[in-house]
């Protein structure tokens, strides 16, 4: 949608992610994890790779080193050896073993729960340490990936200038925060099964949230 259209009030705003709750009520994280360790590990490893890919190779890197304890002295050649069929596998092996690292010695071995700790360790920005406080530890946060920033965009909730910080601001400004954490999810589901990026009717897309407000 162009830039000169206005853009969404809260009230609509909320109305929309509803819209989108009803399209897919099951809307949660697909990256398979069994703990808060696993689960940091796998957001890292996902960056610009399908959670499908991510989910193909933790089980066995999981079993071969399920604590930090274990990933931290794992041999880096092992480690990309069991992820290098996803992208940038060289750079995340030296991640999650510098994270895990940092996770004993910084943390005990535990993963922290917020913003400024989560964002110390190796590999972990913004989304990654949303991710992890929403789905790991139920804390009010917006993880703003490719599809929540091309949907906000797409639907004008933000500006089409806005940066991934701006939009995460703007959804947590018209947004209550008991709705922050399944927005996410559902902005991720709606754009990656209703309203892909790659080209297709996006109309059909626009009169699906419309039925489903008027329903």
């Given at each position: 949608?162009?830039?000169?259209?206005?853009?969404?009030?809260?009230?609509?705003?909320?109305?929309?992610?509803?819209?989108?709750?009803?399209?897919?009520?099951?809307?949660?994280?697909?990256?398979?994890?069994?703990?808060?360790?696993?689960?940091?590990?796998?957001?890292?490893?996902?960056?610009?790779?399908?959670?499908?890919?991510?989910?193909?190779?933790?089980?066995?890197?999981?079993?071969?080193?399920?604590?930090?304890?274990?990933?931290?002295?794992?041999?880096?050649?092992?480690?990309?050896?069991?992820?290098?069929?996803i992208g940038l596998y060289r750079n995340k092996s030296?991640?999650?073993?510098?994270?895990?690292?940092?996770?004993?010695?910084?943390?005990?071995?535990?993963?922290?729960?917020?913003?400024?700790?989560?964002?110390?360790?190796?590999?972990?920005?913004?989304k990654t340490a949303n991710v992890v406080m929403s789905?790991?530890?139920?804390?009010?946060?917006?993880?703003?990936?490719?599809?929540?920033?091309?949907?906000?965009?797409?639907?004008?909730?933000?500006?089409?200038?806005?940066?991934?910080?701006?939009?995460?601001?703007?959804?947590?400004?018209?947004?209550?925060?008991?709705?922050?954490?399944?927005?996410?999810?559902?902005?991720?589901?709606?754009?990656?099964?209703?309203?892909?990026?790659?080209?297709?009717?996006?109309?059909?897309?626009?009169?699906?949230?419309?039925?489903?407000?008027?329903?």
């Amino acid at each position: 949608m162009p830039d000169k259209e206005r853009l969404l009030t809260s009230k609509e705003t909320i109305e929309l992610i509803e819209a989108m709750g009803k399209l897919f009520p099951n809307a949660k994280a697909e990256l398979v994890h069994k703990n808060s360790f696993e689960l940091l590990i796998s957001v890292i490893l996902s960056a610009q790779t399908t959670d499908i890919s991510v989910n193909k190779i933790t089980p066995a890197l999981f079993q071969a080193y399920p604590t930090p304890e274990l990933m931290m002295e794992a041999p880096l050649d092992d480690i990309m050896d069991k992820i290098k069929t996803i992208g940038l596998y060289r750079n995340k092996s030296k991640f999650i073993k510098k994270c895990s690292r940092e996770l004993v010695e910084k943390f005990g071995g535990e993963v922290p729960s917020t913003h400024k700790e989560l964002e110390s360790l190796a590999g972990v920005g913004r989304k990654t340490a949303n991710v992890v406080m929403s789905v790991a530890f139920d804390k009010p946060a917006i993880a703003v990936d490719t599809h929540v920033e091309r949907i906000s965009k797409k639907f004008n909730i933000c500006s089409q200038k806005a940066t991934v910080r701006q939009v995460e601001n703007t959804l947590m400004e018209k947004l209550p925060e008991d709705l922050w954490s399944v927005a996410h999810h559902r902005m991720i589901f709606f754009g990656r099964y209703q309203c892909p990026a790659r080209t297709h009717d996006h109309n059909l897309c626009i009169e699906k949230i419309k039925e489903q407000i008027r329903a």
